[in-house]
């Protein structure tokens, strides 16, 4: 299962760090990834990462601005997220996929968490 831990309410410019805890699978065998959906509007992959071989994956939104890495001890995927605007507003979720390596967003995932809740205020 996956655990997402780390939304909260922040400013403009600020700084989040979100956390996708996996328990129950071999953690070096599924890329893990996160996607957000604002209200209103369609679910959008936001980044991967394969932690086998660091493959990682940023979606052209928030390419400069968030980060992922991996604590394979910690069977823990980050999401570091920095100069977060209004726009990326919304539940953001993680989800696993077996034996993947991050060339996109829309393969059926193995594991979904549960959604956390960034909002930044303008």
């Known amino acids: 299962q996956l655990q997402a831990s780390g939304g909260g309410l922040v400013q403009a410019g600020g700084s989040l760090r979100l956390s996708c805890a996996a328990s129950?699978?071999?953690?070096?065998?599924?890329?893990i990834g996160w996607f957000r959906q604002a209200p209103g509007k369609e679910r959008e992959g936001v980044s991967c990462?394969?932690?086998?071989?660091?493959?990682?994956k940023i979606a052209d939104s928030v390419k400069g601005r968030f980060t992922i890495s991996s604590d394979n001890a910690a069977n823990t995927v980050y999401l570091i997220m920095n100069n977060l605007k209004p726009e990326d507003t919304a539940v953001y979720y993680c989800a696993a996929w077996w034996h993947y390596y991050c060339s996109g967003f829309g393969a059926q995932a193995d594991y979904w968490g549960q959604g956390t809740l960034v909002t930044v205020s303008s």
């Open positions: 129950g699978f071999t953690f070096e065998d599924y890329a």
């Open positions: 990462i394969r932690s086998s071989n660091d493959r990682t």
